[in-house]
């Protein structure tokens, strides 16, 4: 579907630019294809394109902060890719007003789609000078599941949209709304937090909307409620699926006029916030079961985010244990690191609790460690402690998870060379045929039998993959 206009890609990976560009060929009527902030400079000093694909890390220096002093018209829509797949990075892609954000390895499929809705677009928003901070915003993570979470809320940067954050608890839910706070519209205005179940129904609408002196017993003053707490700011409404219907009436009204008036008032106020809702519960079941507004659920599940539990992000777990030892560290616990037994124990834990059960066990182990170095010993201990014992995750199921996540990578960010299958056979191979061999004490006749081959295939394989029998 050649439409005649150009694209220019920015990316120093040889093998990424030359799929990048078979895959395009047929979107556009000219491509061109850089390496460098350098090039990419000296190209645009010439050419004006219509879309501009660019990396993050390149040789000499930032695809992202870079961009706006290339010159570029600020109208040209830009996709980034890239492989620092952090909040920071989503945020500053859109700080620069950029149409896209891809994560690395990232669909095929997905970046034609975007690459032909970006240029279908005839205007794009002008860069923001006052781009957000740039900081994790106490988000950690580089798991596919998390890299969704980062491309919304770096969406959400521009606009005021209500937000409904659905998870397991413990999963990171106003951790998010405060990310999307910090670097939305209205950041320079107050975070508000309120927790519906921890509120006694019977002032749940006084404390959403304020009261005025002598409304109810006890009520001996005017009191402002979250609403004009938030005013200007950011409105986080936790656990909104154990509201009662009575409140939900209320608040519904409010999100409908953007007016309320405060519990024993007459004056109509202006409800001037972001509203973002969280809760671990599931929604659709609430509301078929008659327990929670239908009206109420789509006015505030404008903009969904679904954060994965912990179980299904392990990869980043070495990760958070960092980061609480960090913070740990910061607040005065002491410095630990982790043998790579303990962190195998955390990695294939369950985490019923997610992230914050992760966070609390790590300062656990930080306070009750008698070594610097936490040994198996030390987390069996504190998992035992807490009352629910090791749950550890099938060796099957890591297996099938580890090979989903190379074989993404491999299928997405290389040239196809019709050998990935046979390159993960070989891989597997060579691990089991090492530790087989560990196991015997480099006995190869009762390798071949353990594993159930011939002694002779055995050899021949252990030539193949250049494994040293006496020294696998």
């Known amino acids: ?61 930032d695809g992202i902060d870079s961009l706006p002093g290339a010159g570029v018209d600020p109208a040209t829509p830009v996709i980034v890719l890239s492989a620092q797949n952090t909040l920071d990075t989503a945020v500053r892609a859109t700080g620069i007003g950029s149409y896209d954000y891809l994560p690395k390895p990232f669909d095929l499929e997905e970046l034609t789609a975007s690459v032909r809705a970006a240029l279908d677009r005839s205007t794009q928003p002008a860069a923001r000078a006052d781009a ?41 839910k106003e951790v998010v709304a405060r990310a999307i706070h910090a670097t939305g519209l209205r950041r320079a205005g107050p975070f508000v937090a309120i927790n519906m179940a921890a509120i006694p129904r019977e002032l749940i609408e006084a404390e959403l909307f304020g009261h005025e002196k002598g409304a109810f017993t006890g009520a001996h003053s005017r009191n402002a409620g979250r609403f004009e707490q938030a005013a200007s700011g950011t409105l986080f409404l936790d656990e909104i699926g154990d509201m009662p219907l009575e409140a939900q009436t209320r608040l519904l009204r409010v999100l409908q006029s953007n007016e309320y008036s405060t519990v024993g008032g007459s004056q109509a106020l202006r409800a001037d916030v972001r509203v973002v809702a969280a809760t671990h519960r599931d929604m659709r079941t609430l509301v078929a079961d008659g327990r929670f507004r239908e009206d109420l659920f789509y006015r505030l599940n404008v903009i969904p985010v679904t954060l994965p539990p912990l179980r299904d992000r392990r990869s980043d777990i070495a990760t958070l244990v960092r980061h609480f030892v960090d913070a740990g560290r910061h607040s005065g616990l002491p410095d630990r690191q982790f043998s790579s037994a303990a962190m195998q124990i955390l990695e294939r834990h369950d985490w019923p609790g997610n992230v914050r059960e992760l966070g609390n066990v790590v300062q656990r182990l930080a306070v009750l460690s008698r070594d610097t170095t936490v040994a198996v010993r030390d987390v069996e201990s504190v998992l035992h402690e807490s009352g629910e014992g090791v749950t550890i995750a099938a060796p099957a199921d890591l297996i099938a998870r580890a090979v989903d996540d190379w074989a993404r990578e491999k299928l997405a960010g290389a040239e196809d060379d019709g050998e990935i299958h046979e390159q993960l056979e070989a891989i597997v191979e060579a691990a089991l045929l090492r530790r087989t061999l560990r196991e015997v004490r480099g006995n190869q006749l009762d390798a071949a039998r353990r594993l159930g081959i011939n002694r002779n295939t055995l050899r021949k394989r252990l030539g193949q993959l250049d494994i040293d029998p006496a020294h696998p």
């Not at 000296?42 to 890390?57: F, S, Y």
Request: glycine residues 10%.
């Open 132 to 172: 957000a901070q740039t900081d994790s915003h106490g988000l950690v993570g580089r798991a596919p599941a998390m890299q969704a979470v980062y491309r919304t809320i770096a969406r959400l940067a521009t606009n005021d949209l209500a937000v409904l954050i659905l998870g397991e608890s413990g999963t990171g």
């Open 1 to 61: 579907m050649s439409n005649g206009k150009t694209i220019l890609l920015v990316e120093d990976d040889p093998a990424i630019a030359l799929i990048i560009r078979e895959t395009l060929t047929g979107e556009c009527g000219s491509f061109a294809s850089v390496g460098s902030v350098g090039e990419r400079n000296a190209w645009l000093a010439d050419n004006r394109p219509d879309l501009i694909i660019t990396d993050v890390v390149l040789p000499d220096g």
